[in-house]
Antibody, heavy 118, light 110 residues
Framework: EVQLVESGGGLIQPGGSLRLSCAASGFTVSNKYMSWVRQAPGRGLEWVSVIYSGYNTHYADSVKGRFTISRDTSKNTVYLQMNSLRAEDTAVYYC????????????WGQGTMVTVSS | QSALTQPASVSGSPGQSITISCTGTSSDVGGYNYVSWYQHHPGNAPKFLIYEVSNRPSGVSNRFSGSKSGNTASLTISGLQAEDEADYYCSSYTSRSTYVFGTGTKVTVL
């Protein structure tokens, strides 16, 4: 079964760091485009980051310079390293697979909650 | 990158058809046919409904259809059912090789 499972969320103080993980099963992340999308409480979906082939990565302006997306093919896992966290980063973070030829998000995880608060 | 503009809410009676608009710019919706749509029941993972403006993935009901004219894409739900009550989001690829989502539309079945 094709599946994505996120982990690593929690309560973190402003200015802190957190690393989210997205474990994939049923397919290999090494040859897929993978993305992170978040939803703040009471708000809509917001695209955060994508990793294309190789190390080609892109970020939303709101997280550029603070977040880093990466993948470990040996663990079949995608990561989101989040530094200098702010209250406005509080959200459910979803991992999603991107269909390369369609540039659409076809598989989504259940999400992991990140709360940035003192 | 500003979010694509969607109506905050749309409602309809069972069996009716409703349409949700998604307005962007020539740098996203108007410039590419990579517009997709998602259904989101709060607490669940979003569900993939439409890709490349008007194509349905395998398993998605043909009651869902998409279209685009200029900078505005649309999702139509025909034969509205109680289970269609959810939040709906459009998304587009952009000229910066990034993505942008719509502001989201809450669909209510009366």
């Amino acid at each position: 079964e094709v599946q994505l499972v996120e982990s690593g969320g929690g309560l973190i103080q402003p200015g802190g760091s957190l690393r989210l993980s997205c474990a994939a099963s049923g397919f290999t992340v090494s040859n897929k485009y993978m993305s992170w999308v978040r939803q703040a409480p009471g708000r809509g979906l917001e695209w955060v980051s994508v990793i294309y082939s190789g190390y080609n990565t892109h970020y939303a302006d709101s997280v550029k310079g603070r977040f880093t997306i990466s993948r470990d093919t040996s663990k079949n896992t995608v990561y989101l390293q989040m530094n200098s966290l702010r209250a406005e980063d509080t959200a459910v973070y979803y991992c999603a697979r991107v269909i390369a030829a369609r540039l659409a998000f076809d598989i989504w995880g259940q999400g992991t909650m990140v709360t940035v608060s003192s | 990158q500003s979010a694509l503009t969607q109506p905050a809410s749309v409602s309809g009676s069972p069996g009716q058809s409703i349409t949700i608009s998604c307005t962007g710019t020539s740098s996203d919706v108007g410039g590419y046919n990579y517009v997709s749509w998602y259904q989101h029941h709060p607490g669940n993972a979003p569900k993939f409904l439409i890709y490349e403006v008007s194509n349905r993935p395998s398993g998605v009901s043909n009651r869902f259809s998409g279209s685009k004219s200029g900078n505005t894409a649309s999702l139509t739900i025909s034969g509205l059912q109680a289970e269609d009550e959810a939040d709906y989001y459009c998304s587009s690829y952009t000229s910066r090789s990034t993505y942008v989502f719509g502001t989201g539309t809450k669909v209510t079945v009366l």
